[in-house]
């Protein structure tokens, strides 16, 4: 079997331009591919209006099929009745032995070969064009492939979309379509007529509409669903804070309270008063992070961005100088690793903004490598020029480190803390590098 590209993948050519080329297929068994002659369009009237218009209906029934494998059959049926002419007409349009779709959707590993109702290609006729095709899309340069098929005699295989297509809507097709036409069992004239040109324009037009009509859909349901769930957060963000928040922050006035007030009481009171107000602000502190994450989105946004506008967020409140030393071209991570470390920078930050008296902090993020090997590693380093602390000699009241090393435990991250010889304080969190 002569299997004829209608063009390359790379500049592919409309495909009722490229049918034109290699529509008429030389069924002589001992004649070698590579010496096909292109046989040149005849000057023949245009398909009659009737034909025009059921192309179009066809061309609409593809673009908004939501089954293309269950719809296309009988679509493929009138088209193949089409072009071997209807018989109560007694018109003979052309000759087609037979005609399937070879069919990638997007998301798709291989292609489906769809025939028209009533037809089956042989096992070994849809493996060999599944074949072809992988092949082609492996080489983007090949226009012709000579090779047999058992059951058929030859045949034309037509590029009718591919990833490179976009249309109207910018939006490019993600899937795959080829179209491949059998020779007919019986001698037969040149198949090369308009009619045969308009049925793979409507094919090429269908399909084309149909993969941007489904990525539209795809678009469509992922916007919905991010914004039920942005609704679905900002809900209970409110709920949160309208309940729980409110009680919460009652406990924790009158915990310390009752602290104070316990002052003169027996040691175990003390201890018993002290640590009830200890768990009353942690349950405090931690209710207001989930309100405060609830509202945090950056969708696309890289990591950079979002460590920017935190910076941006500590420069109204502070006086203090922030450097944010970006390595890292893009790095993008799902919401709720960067919410976990957004939560520990922004502690790092607070801490040094409330008790490291510094001037100056630098967040620092980049691949982390080690010898000639590709970097493995992501690494973020938050480091101030303030008086330092060691971090054993922090109180048990004092939960925010705690909080800070659970995080990075959740998140998979080695987390530490160190004290640089030139003073402050460094706080570096790193984590496997997964490149989205």
């Given amino acids: 079997m002569a299997l004829s590209l209608g063009a390359s993948k790379t500049g592919k050519a409309p495909a009722s331009q490229g049918i034109a080329h290699r529509l008429d297929v030389q069924r002589a068994r001992g004649c070698r591919a590579d010496a096909e002659t292109p046989v040149r369009p005849a000057a023949i009237p245009p398909p009659d209006l009737r034909d025009r218009h059921h192309l179009d209906a066809i061309t609409l029934r593809i673009a908004t099929c939501a089954d293309l494998e269950e719809a296309l059959p009988s679509v493929l049926r009138e088209l193949l009745d089409m072009l071997n002419g209807c018989p ?45 095709v992988r092949d082609i899309g492996r080489d983007p ?66 399909l084309a509409l149909q993969q941007q009509q489904q990525a539209r859909h795809a678009e469509d349901r992922q916007a919905a669903v991010a914004q039920a769930l942005k609704n679905e957060r900002r809900q209970l963000a409110a709920e949160l804070h309208d309940t729980l928040a409110q009680e919460l922050s009652y406990l924790q006035m009158q915990s310390a309270r009752l602290t104070r007030a316990a002052r003169h009481a027996p040691q175990e009171v003390q201890a018993l008063a002290e640590e009830v107000h200890t768990q009353a602000r942690r349950a405090f502190r931690q209710t207001r992070e989930l309100i405060n994450g609830t509202h945090a989105t950056w969708g696309d946004a890289p990591l950079a961005c979002v460590l920017e506008a935190l910076i941006e967020e500590f420069e109204t409140r502070s006086s203090m100088v922030f450097e944010l030393d970006n390595r890292i071209q893009s790095l993008h991570l799902p ?89 402050g304080t460094r706080v570096t969190l790193s984590w496997e590098r997964r490149d989205t």
């Fill in 88 to 132: 109560e007409s007694g018109m003979a349009h052309s000759s087609i032995g037979e005609l399937c779709v070879v069919h990638r959707a997007p998301g798709q590993a291989t292609h489906a070969v769809i025939s028209p109702a009533g037809i089956a290609l042989s096992a070994a006729a849809r493996q060999r064009l599944q074949e072809v």
């Fill in 335 to 423: 919401d709720a690793q960067s919410l976990q470390v957004v939560f520990i920078v922004r502690e790092a930050m607070t801490n040094s903004v409330r008790h490291a008296r510094a001037t100056h902090l630098r967040l620092q993020l980049l691949y982390q490598s080690s010898g000639p090997q590709p970097a493995a590693r992501v690494l973020l380093t938050i480091e101030d020029n303030g008086c330092g602390f060691d971090p054993a000699e922090i109180p048990a009241a004092h939960f925010g480190l705690g909080i800070m090393q659970d995080r990075a435990r959740h998140l998979g991250a080695d987390f530490a803390i160190t004290q640089p010889r030139q003073g």
């Fill in 141 to 206: 340069g090949a226009r012709q492939q000579a090779s047999g098929i058992a059951g058929t005699p030859g045949g034309v295989l037509i590029a009718l979309t591919d990833a490179t297509d976009s249309g109207e809507t910018g939006r490019g097709a993600t899937g795959d379509d080829w179209l491949w036409l059998g020779e007919p069992a019986a001698p037969a004239p040149s198949r090369e007529t308009p009619l045969a040109h308009a049925v793979i324009d409507a094919l090429s037009r269908g």
